[in-house]
């Protein structure tokens, strides 16, 4: 009760409660190259619908069940893996009257600020003071298939600052006839490495130990047709990895996995590294894992956020 209180007073706010987060990441990041890894969850409290302030809430996923939407990033140690914090934290609810994206008629022609997915944006721009102030030597972003943003590739990577994200899209390339998928799948098998896959139930997914063949390629991706109007570079200049496994077991799925970076990717060594911090993704989801069963413990109860607007469309 005195946690509630303590949220309910007038005197705090989001934004000071991500500041302390951020803050004390802040301290933790000091020469280190740190993999930030960003991704969404949603917070279904339907089933607790009855005893919470409705009006602080939104729809979730369905558009129906109400709760809210959290966007942390996690930063980890290059190194090890290791987790030094939250540099970054979005919360939103949506409007429970908003249309359905569907019936959003030119959503895929808004600038990306007007959207959700700006989101990915936002994280990599407000991680930037913990991490830059912070000492960090290097910051690559990490993100799944959502993050597979042509303006993400555009705005976000400098010298600080790297991407890396699980392709979503087939993508047309500058001066190839072929696709994206199709130019990989032309290129020779590199060699090979294995790991041990990470359990998944909502897949019906049990640990594993996989083996990867290898291939990439350094690619030259052309801007989307609908951004031909807005001031983007006409392409980008990137690294692919293409992994997909050998041999897999009857009933489960494989596992292919398409990843683009603007980390140099040019020897067998470079692409084992750049898979070995991909893998690194699943600790955000146990973070979402942790925060669902034993820190807001919504088998019990869930306290909602006070309302935040992250300053995107919802």
């Known amino acids: 009760m005195g946690y509630y209180r303590f949220l309910e007073n007038g005197k705090v706010s989001v934004s000071e409660l991500v500041r302390s987060l951020s803050d004390h990441c802040q301290q933790q990041v000091k020469g280190r190259h740190i993999l930030a890894i960003s ?40 190194g090890t893996g290791f987790p030094l914090g939250l540099s970054a934290l979005q919360l939103w609810t949506r409007n429970p009257n908003r249309p359905s994206i569907k019936a959003r008629g030119g959503y895929d022609n808004l600038a990306i600020e007007e959207k959700e997915s700006f989101k990915w944006l936002a994280s990599a721009e407000r991680s930037q003071h913990c991490l830059k102030t912070g000492g960090a030597s290097l910051v690559t972003h990490i993100g799944d298939r959502e993050s597979d943003l042509y303006e993400e590739w555009a705005t976000v990577p400098d010298a600080f600052n790297h991407v890396l994200v699980r392709v979503r899209q087939d993508r047309r390339l500058l001066g190839q006839s072929r696709s994206l998928y199709a130019y990989l799948k032309i290129q020779p098998w590199r ?20 083996t990867l063949m290898i291939r990439y390629t350094p690619v030259n991706i052309q801007r989307p047709e609908h951004l031909q109007d807005l001031d983007y570079p006409p392409s980008i200049q990137l690294y692919a990895i293409d992994a997909k496994e050998l041999g897999t077991p009857t009933g489960e799925e494989p596992i292919h996995w398409r990843l683009l970076t603007t980390h140099p990717v040019q020897s067998l060594e470079q692409a084992l590294q750049i898979l070995e911090w991909y893998k690194f993704r699943w600790k955000i989801e146990r973070l979402f894992a942790q925060l669902k069963k034993t820190g807001l413990d919504l088998g019990v109860f869930a306290y909602p956020p006070k309302r935040f607007n992250p300053g995107f469309s919802q």
């Open 39 to 78: 991704d969404t969850s949603e917070v279904n409290l339907q089933s607790h619908a009855g005893r919470l302030k409705l009006e602080q809430l939104g729809v979730v996923g369905n558009d129906r069940d109400v709760g809210f939407f959290i966007h942390p990033t996690l930063a980890l140690d290059a």
């Open 191 to 210: 060699g090979f490495t294995k790991i041990t896959l990470e359990p998944d139930a909502r897949q019906q997914r049990t640990v594993r130990e996989v």
